[in-house]
Structures are given as C-alpha cells and as structure tokens.
C-alpha cells in the first residue's frame, strides 16, 4: 500500500464503528462510515474508496444485498462481516462476489491483515512492475496491468478482485490441472485459510459470466478427485 487506504466501513453498530475507525486511523488508514446501503452508495459515488468492509446483519437493510447491488456498478474490493461459524453466510458472501470475509467477534489486527490483504491483489501494478502481455483465450481477453477482462466485444465484464486472481491463475497456467491448494496459494497466499470452498463458489461464478452453459463448462473443467482445468489454449499480446 503505497499510499494511504481509504476504507469504508459499513455497520450500524456504534462500537464497532468507534473501534475500528480509531485503530485503522492509527494505522494510517483513511476512514469513513456508513451505518446503511443509501450512505454506502452516496459515499462510494463521491469518494475514491480503497476498500468496503460490509456487515452482513444491518438493521433493516441485507449486507449480501447491498454487495449484490454494488457489484454490478463498481469493483471495489469488498470484505464481509459475518456472524461466527456461520460458513453459509461465507458461501453466499463470496457468490455475490465479496472478496474475503471476517467473522464475529473478530481482531482489529486480523481484519487490517485481511485489507491489506486483499489491497495487495487488488493494486493496479505499473508497467515497469509488470511487464507480462496481455493474456487471450477464447473470446476472451484479460488485461493483468488494468485488472480487466473483456469479451471480444470489447465489453467490461465485473470480476472482483478474488475472481481475476482466480482466472489469472488458470490463464498462467493453461492446460494444467490446479488443485484448490495450489489455486489458494496462487490467489491469496500468506492469507489463505482453511476454507477452501471459496475456490469451488469463485469458479463457480467465473463460469457463470465466462461459460455458454456454465452447468456443462467448456473452458473451465472439472478434474475428478483433482481440481480444476482451463481447457483453451493463450495467446500472450
């Protein structure tokens, strides 16, 4: 993070605002708050926000809805808070397409890991940081220095930042089957947990806006008792 995060925490409980607004502030965060979905919106409209750290149980307002709703406007990373060991409302989380999550009662110090995290994957590098072409497959075309991936249309297509990491890894390694161990390495690295069924739900929503048919995947295969594979071959430009 070469330059200060501005993260935007979306909760309507006070205590948890006033904590986290403190320590991130002392971490030389930017902060702003939000306690529900038209703040959220008016903020992100106005504001060059790094990164959204979203509640799911908002008084009268859903957090997967208003994830679900953000992104179909916007990529910005998105952390969900989730009731403890509830690895249900992770899955959902994850098919709307949050970035990572963090649970009830929670450390400040995790959750800054977690932003750091995932600001990482999410940074735009330079071409003198990355100098790797761009990469095409299909009607498909991934642009890594812009993190976008565009149809042969030129249409934008929303990944979040789990989701191009995700399709990265399969496009760097073509034609090879991946276990989820070696996807969770490839995507989140030092903060990977022991969850890896955000591999299966993230493939899952890849093949839903990559795939013809994404119950009968053409591109993106299954491996039986192996993991996954991305059948076609790319073109480096």
Request: hydrophobic share 40%; glycine share 6%.
């Amino acid at each position: 993070m070469t330059q200060m995060p501005h993260v935007l925490i979306v909760d309507d409980d006070e205590d948890i605002l006033s904590l986290l607004t403190q320590f991130l502030q002392n971490q030389g965060c930017k902060v702003a708050v939000a306690r529900r979905g038209e703040e959220m919106f008016s903020l992100l409209d106005t504001q060059a926000v790094s990164v959204v750290i979203l509640d799911v149980m908002l008084r009268g307002e859903n957090g997967f809805d208003l994830c679900r709703q953000l992104r179909t406007r916007s990529s910005v990373p998105v952390i969900m808070l989730t009731a403890v060991g509830e690895h249900t409302d992770r899955v959902v989380g994850l098919e709307i397409g949050a970035d990572d999550y963090v649970t009830k009662p929670f450390n400040a110090r995790e959750l800054l890991a977690r932003i750091k995290a995932v600001l990482r994957r999410a940074e735009i590098p330079t071409p003198t940081q990355d100098a790797r072409p761009m990469l095409s497959f299909g009607r498909w075309r991934l642009d890594v220095a812009r993190r976008e991936l565009r149809s042969d249309d030129n249409t934008l297509i929303f990944l979040s930042g789990g989701e191009f990491d995700l399709l990265l890894a399969f496009a760097e390694h073509p034609q090879r089957v991946l276990t989820r161990d070696m996807l969770l390495d490839f995507t989140r690295g030092d903060a990977s947990a022991p969850f890896d069924r955000s591999i299966d739900v993230q493939i899952s929503r890849l093949r839903r806006k990559l795939e013809a048919d994404p119950k009968s995947p053409d591109l993106i295969r299954t491996v039986r008792n192996g993991g996954y594979i991305l059948m076609a071959q790319v073109r480096r430009t």
